[in-house]
Nanobody, 124 residues
Framework: QVQLVESGGGLVKPGGSLRLSCAAS????????MSWVRQAPGKRFEWVSD????????FYADSVKGRFTISRDNAKNRLSLQMNSLKPEDTAVYYC?????????????????WGVGTPVTVSS
């Protein structure tokens, strides 16, 4: 069965950096686009970033563009999110998700598996 296990969350001060990782198993990782989604306390899920199966195409929400970088290592079945210049409004639980196709997208549709999430808190 599909398993997505996030790690790397924690407490960081505004302006700091964190790197999230997602270990994937139970499917052919290199065949599918992957995404990061977040949910801030009391708010709806927000799509953050996408990467296609071959890592040649990436998309970012306007709220994180220029600060976050998504990447993947298909040889290691690993998805990453480098987060720089973090702001308090980035505080959320971050989820690694698998899309049902190889094509990256820019919304919450078309995701068929989710990890359990890793919390990120940006606070001084």
């Amino acid at each position: 069965q599909v398993q997505l296990v996030e790690s790397g969350g924690g407490l960081v001060k505004p302006g700091g950096s964190l790197r999230l990782s997602c270990a994937a198993s139970g499917f052919t990782f290199s065949d599918y686009a992957m995404s990061w989604v977040r949910q801030a306390p009391g708010k709806r899920f927000e799509w953050v970033s996408d990467i296609n199966s071959g890592a040649g195409t990436t998309f970012y929400a306007d709220s994180v563009k220029g600060r976050f970088t998504i990447s993947r290592d298909n040889a290691k079945n690993r998805l990453s999110l480098q987060m720089n210049s973090l702001k308090p409004e980035d505080t959320a639980v971050y989820y690694c998700t698998k899309r049902s196709s190889a094509i990256a997208d820019t919304d919450l549709g078309g995701m068929d598996s989710w990890g359990v999430g890793t919390p990120v808190t940006v606070s001084s």
